[in-house]
């Protein structure tokens, strides 16, 4: 019985797949069973309405569920990139999660690093967890996570962060440091924040 059927690579024509607009590199492997298609030479998958821009050296995509990609380089609406040796992008999720050697820049963050990084494609914010790490601003903590919207982020504890004049650090795990960025620098810190500064952070941080 025939399962799988490999499609010419020919000139690499863009499908639709959930709403993302994938264009292979090469050809695509139909699992006839199941629907999933591979793509063991990548490719390129862009959500027009996210504004989410995502390139593999490898596609595996579920019908109706999610893409899975490796060696991938991310580039959001924000201007922010993120590159990770695993990604899975949920669909019905609406959420792309980044494992692996996960490394995010913009021009607020350089070298911003954790286990683990999750984008939420509908309101832009970008969560890191499982040990935060940045260059700059030089920061360690627990989670961290940014809202592009509004140019601020809550970094969870325990952390630690020295910048310039900017010096904060707590050893609890219920510690909360808002950051308040202006182009690409943080003019406000604040390790008390609001109770509507909480609410808006705190479920990307769980």
Do not use: C, H, W
């Amino acid at each position: 019985l025939l399962t799988a059927l490999t499609l010419a690579a020919g000139s690499a024509q863009a499908v639709n797949f959930g709403g993302l607009n994938v264009t292979p590199r090469g050809p695509q492997n139909l699992n006839l069973e199941t629907g999933a298609t591979d793509l063991p030479q990548g490719g390129t998958a862009t959500d027009s309405r996210g504004g989410v821009k995502l390139t593999a050296a490898r596609m595996q995509l579920q019908p109706g569920q999610r893409l899975n990609a490796q060696d991938a380089t991310i580039t959001t609406r924000q201007g922010g990139t993120l590159k990770a040796a695993q990604v899975t992008y949920d669909l019905k999720a609406g959420t792309v999660t980044a494992t692996g050697g996960v490394t995010y820049n913009d021009t607020r963050f350089t070298n911003l690093s954790a286990p683990s990084m999750t984008l939420n494609v509908k309101s832009g914010f970008v969560t890191a967890r499982g040990g935060v790490k940045a260059a700059k601003p030089a920061m360690t903590g627990a989670a961290l996570a940014f809202d592009p919207s509004t140019m601020q982020a809550m970094l969870s504890g325990p952390y630690r962060v020295n910048q310039g004049t900017l010096r904060a650090d707590t050893t609890a795990p219920a510690g909360r440091l808002l950051l308040v960025f202006s182009a690409r620098s943080v003019v406000r810190a604040t390790e008390d924040p609001d109770s509507s500064d909480r609410n808006r952070f705190e479920p990307y941080l769980k």
